[in-house]
């Protein structure tokens, strides 16, 4: 066959390049006003024009302690968390080769879950450990999961694949789906507090979650940004990504490891917010139509879902609060199938 | 450059797919290996590779176990076409033959595109020129046909800058121009720049063609191996493959292997000792 030297021709070149330009500045835009507003709005109105003076430490009263003490800390956990479980999910995703991957599916979600139901329904009074009892739950639960899914191996090392995880992971969901089911039986009368945890809240989050999330987040998304070109070619499979220099077990124990305490940290100080590590990968992907940068940008498109949900879920209904899943899914789940609807994607 | 296998055996399972195998491919050489399914065609490739653990025996590269190379420096060398073809979602051409460089890219290079960009982008031009991709360049692999999308996956092995490359069963799934036009460029890459060429492929006509070297592989020992004229012959055609048949060389530079089943016996049961093959 003679190779016909087509001329350069990219019709779709100009409009993919625009849409990876805007699409980040749009996200952008979205967090810093979602920032701007998580702090202006609630019970008590605050300005936009005051917030300047307060966060730079002019501020006085009142509106300066609601402000840094209440609002800023909330939503930057808010943040945080969200872009943890979109950075999860990405990893995921990607490692597991399954677009229907989330944080969910490594048995991170439902061990936070379980953990969490065990503290509010047998030990109410330990409240306060319920961040750290989540996050070793979520963690626990992770690596059983990765033990579950190796094997040894006849020929060459042993290691994982990404079907045996799926499959470890939705056995070890149904089994602790199974325990909490039964703790919800038994414990009927603490059902409420459950169930809230379960949907996921912000309500009264602080400082202390900020600073218990942030090293978790920090390490997670380092990672994750680091290792992110080579578990995109892991989607190669195995033998390829092995002989084209990539340490494939090696790989998929960090994503794995980064992936768990980004979900485990943002379980443990959010509750169980479904929906964000699964779908804003997705968008992220359908907006951009193209995996570059997912990392960051997935990284700030979940922390503006999160933030935006978290403000509806306070304003709503209020002054009581909507769990913030509920907001997630009744908002994000609409856009994304409009996005599907519309891009034809995965067919 | 020689690459070397030294007695291999190589168990999958319970299964052994490889009984000590020895086989040495020198500098530039272009090798053909066929044999009938389930004979360790691919699995001999993987293990020459590096990528499969033999039971015993061992394969070196320029004298020295692969154990001994690390991954990177490997990935320097020899470069697999493997026959499942995963498609990485949402990729260009570009993108995924980008992917091949990873081995030339430095770990903090996706914190700092730095002086090694232009040599990057000149090793995927050429890539992609060799296989006649570039002017996809900014396509998506989903949008690309079967013969498009296997060219772009060659481009991205040889964007490893490979001596050796290794491909199994390249030309499954194309049409007869695409598998021609495929072999033209393994052995002009051979013959330009002396990449040795090790091929595991189905159509013995082909393999008599195109390849001055052919190893028939069967129950996991080598059969035959030398030139395509002498491997292809009646015997090897009935032992290993079960046929009647014999390589015809009525047109000059065009030889080709005719074969037809052997209706007494059929297909021959997977069972049949070895010893009655050889």
Same mark, same amino acid.
């Given at each position: ?24 500045? /749009? ?20 300005? $936009? ?5 307060? +966060? ?6 009142? /509106? ?119 703790? $919800? ?5 603490? $059902? ?68 768990? +305490? ?34 960051? $940008? ?8 999160? +933030?935006? /949900? ?38 | ?39 360790? %065609? ?10 499969? %653990? ?9 004298? %020295? ?5 690390? %991954? ?97 069963? =390249? ?91 052997? =209706? ?5 049961? =997977? ?8």
């Amino acid at each position: 066959m003679s190779v016909v030297a087509a001329p350069h021709h990219a019709p779709t070149a100009p409009t993919r390049s625009t849409r990876r330009l805007l699409t980040p500045a /749009a996200i952008t835009f979205i967090l810093v006003l979602g920032l701007a507003l998580s702090l202006a709005l609630g019970a008590v109105r605050i300005p $936009i024009a005051e917030l300047w003076p307060i +966060l730079t430490g002019d501020g006085e009263g009142s /509106a300066e302690r609601i402000v840094l003490h209440a609002r800023l800390p909330r939503a930057l956990v808010a943040l945080l968390a969200g872009a943890n479980l979109a950075v999860a999910g990405v990893l995921l995703q990607g490692v597991t080769r399954n677009p229907l991957a989330d944080p969910g599916i490594i048995g991170v979600t439902a061990g936070a879950g379980m953990a969490a139901t065990i503290v509010l329904a047998a030990f109410p009074q330990a409240a306060h450990a319920l961040p750290l009892a989540a996050f070793l739950g979520a963690m626990a639960s992770a690596i059983f999961v990765y033990a579950v899914s190796w094997t040894p191996g006849g020929s060459g090392s042993g290691g994982t694949s990404p079907v045996r995880m799926v499959l470890a992971g939705v056995a070890v969901n149904a089994i602790l789906g199974a325990v909490i089911g039964v703790l $919800i039986t038994a414990y009927a009368d603490r $059902i409420p507090a459950i169930m809230f945890w379960t949907a996921g809240s912000f309500n009264g989050r602080g400082w202390s979650h900020f600073w218990q999330i942030l090293p978790y987040s920090a390490l997670g998304l380092t990672l994750a940004f680091l290792i992110r070109s080579r578990v995109r070619i892991l989607e190669l499979g195995d033998d390829s990504a092995s002989t084209m220099g990539i340490p494939v077990e090696r790989t998929r124990v960090l994503a794995f490891a980064a992936a768990a +305490l980004l979900a485990g940290s943002a379980a443990s100080v959010a509750g169980l917010v479904g929906f964000v590590g699964l779908v804003v990968p997705h968008i992220v992907r359908l907006a951009m139509g193209s995996n570059r940068l997912i990392v960051p $940008i997935s990284a700030f498109a979940g922390g503006a879902l999160l +933030l935006w /949900a978290d403000l509806a879920a306070r304003t709503v209904l209020a002054p009581s609060e909507l769990p913030v899943g509920v907001v997630t899914g009744l908002v994000g789940g609409p856009y994304f199938v409009f996005l599907l609807y519309k891009s034809g994607w995965l067919r | 450059m020689t690459l070397a296998a030294h007695e291999l055996t190589v168990n999958l399972g319970t299964t052994r797919v490889l009984n000590g195998v020895s086989i040495a491919i020198a500098p530039g050489e272009m090798v053909a290996i066929i044999g009938p399914n389930g004979s360790g %065609k691919s699995t001999l490739l993987r293990a020459m590779a590096g990528l499969i %653990k033999p039971a015993t025996g061992d394969t070196t590269l320029d004298g %020295k176990s692969l154990r001994e190379y690390s %991954k990177r420096a490997l990935a320097h060398r020899r470069a697999l076409l493997t026959q499942a073809a995963d498609l990485p979602q949402l990729t260009t051409v570009r993108e995924h033959v980008a992917m091949g460089r990873h081995a030339h890219t430095s770990p903090l290079a996706t914190l700092i595109r730095g002086a090694n960009q232009a040599d990057h982008n000149t090793a995927l031009d050429a890539a992609m020129d060799r296989c006649g991709v570039a002017h996809l360049a900014h396509r998506r692999m989903e949008a690309l046909s079967g013969g498009e999308r296997q060219r772009v996956r060659l481009a991205t092995t040889l964007a490893q800058r490979p001596d050796i490359l290794l491909l199994d069963e =390249p030309l499954t799934g194309l049409d007869i121009e695409h598998q021609l036009s495929l072999l033209g460029l393994l052995g002009d890459l051979n013959a330009a720049q002396g990449t040795t060429i090790a091929c595991v492929i189905h159509d013995l006509g082909l393999a008599l063609r195109h390849f001055p070297r052919v190893v028939a592989v069967h129950q996991g020992r080598i059969a035959a191996d030398g030139p395509g004229e002498r491997v292809l012959d009646a015997e090897t055609l009935e032992n290993v493959f079960g046929v009647e048949g014999a390589a015809c060389f009525d047109l000059p530079g065009h030889p080709v292997v005719v074969c037809r089943s052997q =209706p007494a016996r059929g297909p021959r049961a =997977p069972s049949s000792s070895p010893a009655a093959a050889l």
